[in-house]
């Protein structure tokens, strides 16, 4: 005869640790990841040959995003650090020496993601509320500029090789980014400021 299967409760499918984010450094030495576990998020790094992880001591703790919203962790080109969207709504740069300084200077109540740094190392693109893709200096956060204009959400922001066009994926309601969206390029100036805006309708 058949033994019936007790229902499992869900707190024991939650319980164990929660891997996402693989970003592999710029030398493809190391894989950074983040991780929830016990109820807290943090990011971890591991060679990409295989070995022992460590667990890095970020504070404040990285906003993970589950898959959705392009992401909370970038590496800087030289590797020798990354940045990522804190839970506490501010992009922050860490170093594999152990230092680390708040980039970004948002007020509060606001929500971070999608760090994306330029291959010159210079600039930082990121995305607020799902609605503003920003561009500031990694080392000026007085910088800051909001280079989206005209739609309701916005993600994913990408650099040129030449770090002088932003591209971002957009989409305006009623529609989801399914049904009707495009792909915005952004030219920017020297000073950050934006100089021509294209998207395909």
Do not use: K
């Not at 891997?19 to 030495?29: H, I």
């Not at 016990?38 to 001591?57: D, K, M, T």
């Not at 190392?121 to 799902?130: E, H, K, P, Q």
């Amino acid at each position: 005869p058949m033994v019936p299967l007790s229902p499992v409760d869900v707190t024991v499918c939650l319980s164990g640790r929660e891997l996402s984010e693989p970003v592999p450094s710029p030398d493809g030495q190391w894989v950074l990841f983040g991780f929830r576990s016990a109820g807290r998020s943090g990011l971890g790094i591991v060679p990409a040959a295989g070995g022992p992880e460590r667990l890095l001591s970020v504070d404040p703790p990285p906003a993970l995003g589950r898959g959705l919203g392009g992401g909370c962790i970038d590496w800087l080109p030289d590797g020798t650090g990354f940045v990522y969207a804190a839970s506490d709504g501010q992009v922050w740069v860490h170093y594999l020496d152990g230092s680390r300084r708040r980039v970004t200077a948002l007020g509060p109540g606001r929500e971070v993601s999608s760090p994306r740094v330029a291959g010159n190392g210079a600039s930082l693109a990121y995305v607020v509320d799902l609605a503003e893709v920003h561009v500031t200096r990694v080392d000026d956060s007085t910088s800051d500029r909001v280079v989206s204009s005209g739609w309701d959400f916005v993600m994913d922001p990408d650099w040129s090789p030449d770090a002088t066009r932003l591209q971002f994926h957009a989409w305006s309601v009623p529609h989801m980014p399914w049904d009707e969206s495009l792909t915005v390029t952004v030219e920017l100036g020297v000073d950050s400021t934006v100089s021509t805006v294209d998207g395909p309708a």
